[in-house]
C-alpha cells in the first residue's frame, strides 16, 4: 500500500549511525577488573548477578520516577545508549561469563541487548503494578521513566519519511501492546530477585544458542547448564524446596511469552529493510535485529 501510493518516500540511501563508541565503552567495562562488596559471601555465580542487578537498579526510587510523554530522536539514543550499557554492566558480574574471549563476549551482548532490557522493564513494571505504583496503562519506558500509552507522542521523522499513520499499517508502534500477557503473568509469579536473573540469563542465552555455531554455541551450552545447575542449587540448599517444578513451569511460560514477541518483532523489522521503510541504518546492523 505505502510503495504503491508513495514510492519516492521509500529510503534506498540510508544514514549510518556508528554504534563503534558503544562497542568501545563495552570493551572497557569487560576490561575493567570485577570488584563484589566484601564480606559477602556468594554460593555461586547466579547469586553474584543477582547482586549485580540489585546494584544497577539500587538509584531507583532514590529519585521521583519521570513521566514520559514523548519518544523522539533525543529520547530514543539516549534510551539504547542507556539500556546497551546497563546490559554490559550486568554481563560484567557473570564470572564464567567474563572467562570468554572478548569476541565471544561483545557478540553475545550485541546480540541479546535488547532482549535482556524488553524482559527487565517488563519486571520493573510488573513489580510496580503489583504494588500498585503503576496502572494497567503504565510501563516502564527506560531507567527512572514510565510512560501512559494512552498519551505518549511518537515522532518517528528522524528515521523515516513516511508518517506515523503509513508506518502503523505494517508495524506495531505500540511495542508494549504484546508486554501485557508477559506482565500479568510476571505479577502472578512475583519471581526472587535469583528467578529474574535466571530468567534473564535464559532469555538471552538461549536466543543467542540459535545464532551462533562453533565456539560460541559452546560456550553458551556451558553457560546455561552452569546456572541451571546453581539455580536447582538454590532451590534445593537455600529455600529447601526440593520441588520446584511448578514455579519453573510458570517461568518458562513467561519466556515463551517473550520469545513469541521477539519473532514478530524480528518479522517486522525485516519487512523494515526489505521496503527501505527506514532512512537509518547501523554499523552494526545485528544489534537492531527487531525495535
Known sequence: MILTCEPENASTSKFVIDLSSLINKAVEVFNDPVYFPSPCNFENSL????????????????????????????????FWEGTFMKTVKWFSKFPEFMDLPMHVKLEIVKSSWLIWI????????????????????????????????????IDLGFISNYSKDQLGACMNLDQFKPWRLSIDE??????????????????????????????????????????????????VKTMKTPYYSGRLTKMMKILQIVEGDIRRQREIAQLVRVFDLFCIDFSNPEMFEFF
Open 47 to 78: 547469586e553474584k548477578m543477582v547482586w549485580a542487578l540489585e546494584d544497577l537498579n539500587a538509584m531507583r526510587f532514590d529519585t521521583k520516577v519521570e513521566f514520559q510523554t514523548r519518544i523522539g530522536q533525543s529520547e530514543l539514543f539516549s
Open 118 to 153: 524488553r524482559l527487565d522493564q517488563q519486571a520493573q513494571t510488573a513489580n510496580l503494578q503489583r504494588q500498585q505504583f503503576l496502572g494497567e496503562d503504565w510501563y516502564m519506558s527506560g531507567e527512572g521513566r514510565c510512560m501512559n500509552l494512552k498519551n505518549v507522542e
Open 186 to 235: 510476571l505479577v502472578k509469579l512475583n519471581p526472587t530477585n535469583v528467578e529474574l536473573n535466571f530468567m534473564l540469563i535464559q532469555l538471552c542465552l538461549h536466543d543467542a544458542q540459535k545464532k551462533f555455531p562453533g565456539e560460541i554455541r559452546t560456550a553458551i551450552e556451558k553457560l546455561l547448564e552452569i546456572q541451571a545447575n546453581n539455580l536447582h542449587d538454590h532451590y
